[in-house]
């Protein structure tokens, strides 16, 4: 198994491509700690995923949760090789004109400050054991501005992306690596928060959550001497990032 006893954090791995890279990490041979805020569908996709993923009920938002959840992780299994940060939310007045404070603030917290509250709580473990990496499901939008997915998105995903690539510039000297994947649209439930209804004939066209894992998977597995910096992966027929 090409994941054979690895120790993988995933977060948002209730539903969508969280849910199906759990359950194909865990295909592979690792152990997989899920992290997500609805309890129920944690616990539905770990059960799904098998006998190795576990559920840790939390938000990303809450720094103390996820230094336990690391703390734990490690207490467990003695290290932690991967964190997939893929936790986001997006939010249906997206534009400047209807975007509201409270909005563009939770968009952030979650997306961005999120991600960095993750890499925070396990990047000493990783320097410790001179190795790991750091995957950051992000956006095409945080490649450039997108008007589909809004200011709050867009700025937040750019953040994210950001903040990933920094962990690559500055902690490849402790053994550690980070990517961004950027995906186009992927049909997961946070196209609920469209403005829009969208079809399922445009559903079916998208990047279904496997594409997004197999993704996650190809990355996570590269040799220890490979970086891909940054992957865009999109429909075919979608548009550039320019």
Known sequence: MKLQDKVVIVTGGGSGAGAAIVASFVAEGAHVVAIGRDEKKLAAACAAAGD???AAAGDVTDRERMQQIVDDTIGEFGRIDILVNNAGINISDRTLEKLTPD???RVMDINATGAYNTIHAVLPHMRTQQDGVVI????????APSVLGGVAYSAAKHAMSVVTKMVDLEEAKHGIRACVVSPGEINTPI?????VKVTD????????PEDIAHTVMFVATLPPRVVIEEMIIKPRGQGSVT
Request: aromatic share 4%; with cysteine.
């Open 52 to 54: 190795h993923a576990r």
């Open 103 to 105: 909005d563009w603030d």
């Open 136 to 143: 950051a499901v992000s956006s095409m939008a945080g490649c």
């Open 191 to 195: 196209l609920d928060q469209r403005p």
């Open 201 to 208: 004939e445009r559903k079916a066209r998208m990047l279904q």
